[in-house]
């Protein structure tokens, strides 16, 4: 009983002796049987309520960035732009087919980065060479996992609300890196900032720029990270008026799925 009430809940009475005390045993043992059913049930009823969750998260995406890229697209078509026009569908192909993963809601990180870098370019060439990219990425960083579709909402919110008031001079740097022993993903632009007010907004609502983007809230990655890894991960966002914004995801290094319990 002292065993079981220290949390081993695979422990058992000996069922001998006589009288009374032999019977106690057995009930007791009964009893931390029916323990250990009813907290089997409980943590798979939480395990299955987590997938949910992340589920309904991770379809929270709407069509307008299809709507708006495919606008480009025809646009291009409609002024000769041929040659842009072909890299738009071939990077918006590998954009969605990057989304799907086979139905994977866990990719590696690699897959990730590849996934924003077309987002980033189909923005660019739609923007006009608006702002210009970089990546700066730990190769051995690459292999482990990263939730789908976690960077692409910061860039989105970089484009639309760092690059405002911004013409010709706009730069924006994907950065991946270890610090602690675990995955930092910075997405940084030399924007016009924010002041906390901005910050506790865009952390606060699951959708930004639903009218002009995929519609998923830094939010919504955020939350996506906590329920997957735990609440010590997640994203934080930093910005000095006139000198730009960081948005950084953390995570840790995992390779495998089964070891976060997915």
């Known amino acids: 009983m002292r065993e079981f009430g220290k949390g081993n809940y695979q422990a058992k009475a000996e069922e001998n002796g ?83 993963s086979q139905g994977q809601d866990i990719i590696p990180l690699k897959k990730e980065l590849e996934h924003a870098t077309s987002y980033l370019s189909i923005q660019n060439i739609r923007f006009k060479d608006k702002f210009d990219f970089s990546v700066q990425a730990d190769e051995n960083l690459l292999q482990y996992l990263c939730p789908k579709l976690s960077i692409q909402p910061l860039l989105e919110n970089a484009i639309y609300h760092g690059m405002e008031g911004i013409y010709d001079d706009g730069e924006i740097q994907i950065s991946i890196y270890e610090k602690n022993s675990l995955i930092h993903i910075d997405v940084i632009d030399n924007g016009l900032g924010m002041p906390p007010e901005t910050i506790e907004y865009i952390m606060h609502n699951k959708v930004v720029s639903s009218k002009r983007g995929s519609g998923i809230g830094v939010r919504n990655v955020d939350e996506r990270i906590k329920l997957i890894f735990g609440n010590a991960y997640g994203v934080v966002i930093t910005s000095e008026l006139d000198e730009g914004t960081t948005a950084s995801i953390i995570i840790p290094k995992i390779k495998k799925v089964e070891d976060i319990g997915y």
């Open 18 to 100: 006589i009288g009374e005390l032999k019977i106690l045993s057995a009930h007791f043992n009964i009893m931390a049987e029916k323990l250990q059913k009813q907290m089997d049930e409980i943590r798979n009823n939480e395990r299955e309520q987590r997938k949910m969750e992340k589920k309904l998260l991770q379809s929270q995406i709407n069509p307008h960035f299809l709507y708006n890229t495919l606008d480009s697209i025809i646009w291009m078509i409609q002024g000769g732009e041929y040659k842009g026009a072909e890299q738009m569908v071939s990077l918006l192909a590998k954009f969605f087919r990057i989304s799907l």
